[in-house]
């Protein structure tokens, strides 16, 4: 069952500019050059209930307008959307009571106090009932291990640990749709796992649906099953993240443990990355090269210990998609 549904989106934005220089400031004053931008062409998806969906893109695409039309923060020129039957800039006030959002590295919380005296601030705001408000507020804390950061002024906190507490804030009237704009930005590895860990545990427990966007493949690669590419306003791709794999996978990388000295290697549609007297590490194009005929001749010229095969880096192939 789908609780967001968008219909031929569209939004532009007037953009003024003009050169440097003080002459150019004066021209400007009696004629400003005016252009317009169209950021979304007519973008057209839905979002399943309990879904969580990677919205990735180049800066400029359009994701972040996209996030903000379905947080009712702008108004599109045209098109419909619909998410749990609400409109969401025309029944704001209602709609934003079921669902969070988190901005980036963008404040929620005061900066002179604990973090703890705006989870209960929330608590009032959203009419959260008391039990409800302890055993989420104990959850949440326990996972992402903020039970003693969260008593601590805000201003003190590192920007991981900020990080999640504005995902404790924008899950405490536990919404069922969730907006995640770069959640991890700047976060180290470890606070990095601890809110992939907390998504998953939240999606899993509660059926909540997220849509996140992020530069961070790994987020994408970690958290979602289903991705939606944009480009220019317009979606490239939208499906399940092993399809691109399959339908953009070009190469494999091998690596190759030897037991004894191997011979120089040479067979055609293979690239040498590194070869030494017990290492052998290949790169083999899958349209001039077939894998079985390839272990084959690994297997009758070399003594092997161990052979390692892996797929290039999510981050190569999406960027093979935005260049197309």
Known sequence: MAIIEVKNLKKSFKTY????????AFKDLLLRKSKIKRVLKGVNFEVEEGE???LIGPNGAGKSTIIKILCGVLIPDS???????????????QYVKNIGVVFGPKNLLWWDLPAVDTFFYLKELYEIPSKQFSERLRYYTKILDVEDVSKTPV????????????????????????????????????????????????????????IITTHDMSDIEKLCKRITIINHGEFVYDGLLENIRQKYIKEKHLEIKLLEKGKPFKLQGCRILKQTDY??????????????????????KYQI????????????????????
């Not at 504005?166 to 470890?190: M, Q, R, S, W, Y």
């Open 52 to 54: 969580i969906l990677g």
């Open 17 to 24: 500019h003009r050169g440097a220089g003080l002459l150019e």
């Open 155 to 210: 201003r003190n906190l590192s920007l991981g640990e900020r990080m999640k507490c504005n995902l404790i804030c924008a899950l405490l009237h536990n919404p069922k749709i969730v907006f995640l704009d770069e959640p991890t930005v700047g976060v180290d590895l470890i606070a990095k796992e601890n809110i992939r860990k907390f998504i998953h545990e939240l999606n899993r427990k509660e059926k909540t649906t997220f």
């Open 279 to 300: 290492e052998l590490i290949i790169e083999v194009s899958l349209r001039k090269q077939n894998m079985d005929l390839l272990m084959h001749h690994l297997l009758s």
């Open 79 to 93: 098109g419909e959307v619909k998410c749990m039957d609400f409109n969401p800039w025309g029944q704001r006030e």
């Open 305 to 324: 210990a161990d052979i390692t095969i892996s797929d290039p880096p999510i981050e190569e192939i999406i960027k093979e998609i935005y260049r197309r």
